[in-house]
């Protein structure tokens, strides 16, 4: 707590007045960053009406917020391990999985549909913690912004390229 009190360039006890504790911290920052990031895949995808389209919107969006949201997003993957954080950490999975869920244009039940799009949300989540792990072990001067933007079209490219891939080979199972 004292480590998160001088980067926000507050005292400790101030900290302690807005949370109890290092894991209340935790879960508003796990609840503000699901609010913010389904917000962004909702108003990215909702800008298409093609699903390949929106499949990339939404890929775009969702790197974009990474990249701009480094501290917060990496600090939830390093979050230590805790039941009630780990429900919080699900929380996200679970409210991106069910913006994705209704986007999958297959002729497919609603559990095969909510199983894909649990696997489109691995698959994202896998990158990013990828790409953090990279940027973390990188020692030199940290990329500017146009750099970054580079990163996030990069990423959202290929992760997408291989979601639509996937996605459009869906059939009914069983």
Same mark, same amino acid.
């Given at each position: 707590? *004292?480590?998160?009190?001088?980067?926000?360039? %507050?005292?400790?006890?101030?900290?302690?007045?807005?949370?109890?504790?290092? @894991?209340?911290?935790?879960?508003?920052? /796990? =609840? =503000?960053?699901?609010? !913010?990031?389904?917000?962004?895949?909702?108003?990215?995808?909702?800008?298409?009406?093609?699903?390949?389209?929106?499949?990339? &919107?939404?890929?775009?969006?969702?790197? @974009?917020?990474?990249?701009?949201?480094?501290?917060?997003?990496?600090?939830?993957? =390093? &979050?230590?391990?805790?039941? *009630?954080?780990? @429900?919080?950490?699900?929380? /996200?999975? =679970? &409210? /991106?999985?069910?913006? %994705?869920?209704?986007?999958?244009?297959?002729? /497919?039940? *609603?559990?095969? !549909?909510?199983?894909? &799009?649990?696997?489109? %949300?691995?698959?994202?989540?896998? %990158?990013?913690?990828?790409?953090? !792990?990279? @940027?973390?072990?990188?020692?030199?001067?940290?990329?500017?912004?146009?750099?970054?933007?580079?990163?996030?079209?990069?990423?959202?490219?290929?992760?997408?390229?291989?979601?639509?891939?996937?996605? !459009?080979?869906?059939?009914?199972?069983?």
């Amino acid at each position: 707590m *004292e480590d998160i009190a001088t980067a926000a360039g %507050v005292t400790k006890p101030l900290l302690y007045q807005h949370f109890a504790s290092k @894991r209340a911290l935790y879960l508003e920052l /796990i =609840d =503000d960053v699901t609010a !913010r990031l389904v917000d962004e895949l909702a108003r990215a995808a909702g800008s298409e009406t093609v699903f390949r389209k929106q499949v990339h &919107a939404g890929m775009l969006a969702y790197f @974009r917020f990474t990249i701009e949201n480094q501290s917060a997003v990496g600090m939830l993957y =390093d &979050a230590p391990h805790d039941e *009630e954080l780990a @429900r919080g950490l699900r929380s /996200i999975q =679970d &409210a /991106i999985a069910d913006f %994705v869920s209704p986007l999958i244009e297959a002729d /497919i039940d *609603e559990e095969h !549909r909510r199983t894909l &799009a649990i696997g489109v %949300v691995g698959m994202t989540e896998g %990158v990013t913690r990828h790409w953090l !792990r990279q @940027r973390q072990q990188r020692h030199g001067a940290a990329p500017g912004p146009d750099e970054l933007e580079k990163q996030a079209i990069v990423l959202a490219e290929q992760v997408s390229d291989l979601a639509w891939s996937g996605l !459009r080979g869906v059939r009914r199972v069983g």
